[in-house]
């Protein structure tokens, strides 16, 4: 079984910044794809990055040139950069992994709650 654990969300300012992290741990084969979503309250979740296991990057329009997520494949941890924080990037965060055990599968986190106030 696939283990993911998230941090680094809190409350911030408009304008500032946090790093989210998600640590993936088990009986990995190999990590394919690393991404993250996000889910605001009444609002379905959205995608918001995505790194594949060759590092090729991807952003939702909404946080492109703001939010930056890159990999640590030695800790099978992937991160989210998010600056110039805005109230409308409040939501859940959640992390989302494509990983190969016997089989290949999807993994989700449990979240992490990241609030700009205005």
């Known amino acids: 079984q696939v283990q993911l654990v998230e941090s680094g969300g809190g409350l911030v300012q408009s304008g500032g910044s946090l790093r989210l992290s998600c640590a993936t741990s088990?009986?990995?084969?190999?990590?394919?794809?690393m991404a993250w979503h996000r889910q605001a309250p009444g609002k379905e979740r959205e995608f918001v990055a995505l790194?594949?296991?060759?590092?090729?990057?991807n952003y939702a329009d909404s946080v492109r040139g703001r939010f930056t997520i890159s990999r640590d494949n030695a800790k099978n941890t992937v991160y989210l950069q998010m600056n110039s924080l805005k109230p409308e990037d409040t939501a859940v965060y959640y992390c989302?992994?494509?990983?190969?055990?016997?089989?290949?599968?999807?993994?989700w986190g449990q979240g992490t709650q990241v609030t700009v106030s205005s």
């Open positions: 790194i594949t296991s060759g590092g090729n990057l």
């Open positions: 989302k992994v494509v990983a190969t055990m016997s089989t290949t599968s999807l993994y």
């Open positions: 088990g009986s990995i084969l190999r990590i394919n794809a």
